[in-house]
DNA sequence: CTTTATTTTTAGGCTTTCCTAATTTTATTG
DNA sequence: CAATAAAATTAGGAAAGCCTAAAAATAAAG
């Protein structure tokens, strides 16, 4: 069983890694963590020694199988509760992220479980990201992004990548919300910055917003 | 903010002074935490330079009042999640305790509100014990035990007190289980132990079983 | 390809929480 | 009330996690 130090750290790789599963930098994960690069190495000895990360110093780390499965379970349960805040205890969704942060260390299987069979088995978070299953496998399709949207075409707002907070904030001083309607009116050429419609109102989002930004 | 072992020592002491404040041992206190009477004893001075008890050396401790807010809150979380686990997840409530040990240590009080709202705002936690208001407040009637109904009366098993784990494991070896009904058929004057008819069959009932046996 | 800058690791310390063993204080009992 | 037993405390140490400062390895640049 991983300490909640562990559990933290794992999780942190995988979310540098993401899907590539490429090695991260000890200086990133101390970033991520907001720790020191002390600290971090000698978090990734121990990992190592426990199996959980192939760790070769000065070159990086990734996770190994049983950390992917470990850190995929944590995951599942922070999108989980996440889920669980907004839905039943109506929460907002950009001041779940903190609580569930607590949440997501709660070992019992049981537990998880039953929260996802009262949920309803989500797919995705309310801020529209992937919940893996109990195997730690994600589902299918993946959202599209807003940048994925030609110009012409109405969609629903469905959330923000990783749920982060920053930019959650900044999306909704725009007066957007989840489930809003958007209509793209231009993609422009040279930057891939998007017009795009909301309500009355004509606003300009670029490419690196579209991109953080699911939609149905 | 207390540190997760703190508060398992603040509700040890709530739990082992109980109503009465009385001055609790180390030797009680280890014996209730698993832990060696040193540890307690360390810990003792360190809740007591905290200002959360006050600890006498050789003598005992008991909670101060702003550590009596403290446990107050913890078990008022502790006995929420359990609500929540029996009446939401539906699980059994000899099965809730483990994991509302460790949900009891999320600290959020819009979560603590939240959930409270979310279930109705029981007085009550699935075991019969009472849960404290958001100020550490007891609910004021208190439940009434087996001991107290006499022969010829019919009640509602409602729990046991303190939900202890043995004892409940032996009501339910008794084939008894919350919401069933008993009848008092009769009281021995000589060792208070009564004679209760559950269905069909006729049981015997200890006093001090009676006395922790919550009815409606 | 050597010098400089950056990244990472090592060395050594600190706090929390726990432990065992030894000592001291309090309680019990003949 | 002295001797023994029980309870509690002190002394010293370990593991987990974190830190700063110094050293070593790697990368970048002239």
Redesign the interface.
């Known amino acids: 069983m991983p300490s909640l130090s562990e559990e933290n750290y794992l999780k942190a790789i995988l979310f540098l890694s993401g899907q590539t599963q490429a090695a991260v930098s000890t200086n990133e994960l101390a970033a991520r963590l907001d720790a020191k690069a002390a600290s971090v190495t000698e978090m990734l000895r121990r990992l190592s020694e426990k199996k959980w990360v192939e760790y070769r110093p000065y070159k990086g780390v990734y996770l190994s199988p049983a950390g992917q499965d470990l850190a995929a379970k944590v995951l599942r349960k922070h999108r989980l509760w996440e889920t669980f805040?907004v839905e039943?205890?109506?929460?907002g969704w950009e001041e779940v992220h903190?609580?569930a942060e607590?949440?997501e260390h709660?070992?019992?299987p049981?537990?998880t479980d039953?929260?996802s069979a009262?949920l309803g088995h989500p797919e995705y978070d309310p801020h529209g990201d992937p919940i893996p299953d109990p195997n730690g496998v994600f589902p299918k399709r993946p959202k599209r992004t807003l940048s994925e949207v030609p110009a012409g075409q109405k969609v629903l707002v469905q959330g923000v990548r990783d749920g982060d907070s920053d930019f959650l904030r900044y999306v909704r001083q725009l007066g957007i919300a989840l489930g809003d309607e958007l209509e793209v009116e231009a993609v422009q050429p040279f930057d891939q910055s998007q017009q795009v419609r909301h309500g009355e109102r004509l606003l300009t989002l670029s490419a690196i917003a579209a991109a953080n930004i699911y939609v149905l």
Do not use: A, N
Not at 88 to 91: A, I, P, R, S, W
């Open positions: 805040l039943k205890l109506h929460f903190e609580v607590q949440l709660i070992s019992s049981k537990l039953r929260l009262f």
